[in-house]
């Protein structure tokens, strides 16, 4: 089992960056960024490997954002900087592992979740 806990939603401004962070209980193989709102399906963000340096971003966000990992005493976590944020990231953003050594924007694929935190962008 796998708890994840995100923190770092809120409001900001168009233009500014957000930050947000999720601690994971233990280390799986990959983590990742999704995001929904409502009435629409939970789309993928970003990701990055535990056991490969790589990483996989959206194209909605690509250049606009940063994965990155950390690990402290026995917790790891994962943190997605977005720069630049606009309304149209507005949404509950959700972090997710899973237990597999490949990326994946499949949220299927992710068997473990936060409970989400929210971000909204005013204008």
């Known amino acids: 089992q796998v708890l994840l806990v995100e923190s770092g939603g809120g409001l900001v401004q168009a233009g500014d960056s957000l930050r947000l962070s999720c601690v994971a209980s233990?280390?799986?193989?990959?983590m990742g960024w999704f995001r929904q709102v409502p009435g629409k399906e939970r789309e993928f963000v970003a990701a990055?490997?535990?056991?490969?340096?790589?990483?996989?971003?959206a194209h909605s966000i690509a250049g606009r954002a940063t994965i990155s990992r950390g690990v402290a005493n026995d917790t790891v976590s994962i943190h997605l900087q977005v720069n630049n944020a606009k309304p149209e990231d507005t949404a509950v953003y959700y972090c997710?592992?899973?237990?597999?050594?490949?990326?994946?924007?499949?949220?299927?694929?992710?068997?473990?979740w936060g409970q989400g935190t929210q971000v909204t962008v005013s204008s």
């Open positions: 997710a592992a899973r237990i597999s050594l490949n990326l994946s924007r499949n949220r299927n694929d992710y068997q473990y």
């Open positions: 233990r280390r799986p193989f990959a």
């Open positions: 990055a490997s535990w056991t490969r340096d790589t990483t996989d971003y």
